[in-house]
C-alpha cells in the first residue's frame, strides 16, 4: 500500500508541477477537463495517498527494515 501511495503522490507531484511551470493540466487533458468525473476520482485519489503518506514520517525506519527482512 505504502508503494502505491506513494506512485500516486509523485504522479501528483508531476502534475503540480507542469501546472506550474506550464499551466498545463495533465490529469485534467487526459480525462477531459478538472470537472470530469475521472479527473475528480484521480485529484481525490491523490490526495488520500497524500494523506497516508504523512503516516510515513512517523513511522520507525529500524522497525519497517526488520519487518522487510524477515520476510522469506
Avoid: P
Avoid at 2 to 11: M, W
Avoid at 53 to 58: A, E, K, M, N
Amino acid at each position: 500500500m505504502d508503494k502505491f501511495a506513494l506512485v500516486l503522490v509523485i504522479v501528483g507531484a508531476l502534475n503540480w508541477l507542469l501546472v506550474g511551470l506550464f499551466q498545463f493540466d495533465l490529469v485534467a487533458a487526459i480525462f477531459g477537463g478538472q470537472d470530469a468525473l475521472l479527473s475528480r476520482v484521480v485529484y481525490t485519489l491523490v490526495g488520500v495517498a497524500g494523506i497516508w503518506t504523512i503516516s510515513l514520517l512517523f513511522r520507525d525506519r529500524d522497525k519497517v527494515a526488520t519487518k522487510d527482512n524477515n520476510r522469506v
